[in-house]
């Protein structure tokens, strides 16, 4: 048990904790797909896809690669659009540019807010329904989403007002 302690220290000094892609850091002790499916715009499919085109077992620990692994993963990040078809993809066919691109992390959350706006300038219908703040994508909407108050009885307040009758005629 002693030999091993050494091993792991050794191990342990070589981790890094944090590897940052774009503007978002990863978590270095999980695994290559794990770490990258945590940002936003990369799923479980898309990092498993990223990993193969960076030539990295998956599995291995992200923060033990050598730089030069991790420098080929943040390429393979960046460049994900050009590699694969445009069905996969996140942002087909965009309305300003019309091609095919892949949007991560904090441009992700931009896009989409843009995209939003877009809508509610235009009043189409999603658009409406967002500036309503109601469901935009077909949900029901009539026993479920309801932001006012409390329907029905609030037992809690009328235990309360019954304990403060209580207190009054004990009185």
Do not use: C
């Amino acid at each position: 048990m002693s030999e091993e302690t050494p091993q792991d220290q050794a191990e342990d000094d070589d981790l890094q904790y944090f590897v940052r892609i774009g503007q978002t850091d990863l978590d270095g002790t999980k695994s290559v797909e794990r770490s990258l499916s945590e940002m936003n715009g990369i799923g479980r499919r898309t990092a498993r896809l990223i990993a193969d085109e960076a030539g990295v077992d998956r599995t291995a620990t992200f923060g033990a690669l050598e730089q030069e692994t991790i420098d080929e993963v943040v390429a393979a990040v960046e460049n994900y659009a050009e590699t694969v078809p445009g069905w996969l993809t996140n942002r087909q066919n965009d309305f300003y540019t019309g091609e095919n691109s892949h949007q991560t992390g904090n441009d992700l959350q931009l896009a989409r807010q843009h995209d939003i706006n877009r809508m509610k300038m235009i009043d189409s219908y999603k658009g409406v329904r967002h500036k309503r703040g109601q469901k935009v994508r077909g949900q029901r909407t009539k026993s479920t989403g309801r932001t006012e108050g409390t329907i029905g009885v609030n037992v809690e307040e009328l235990r309360e007002e019954a304990a403060e009758e209580a207190a009054e005629g004990d009185e």
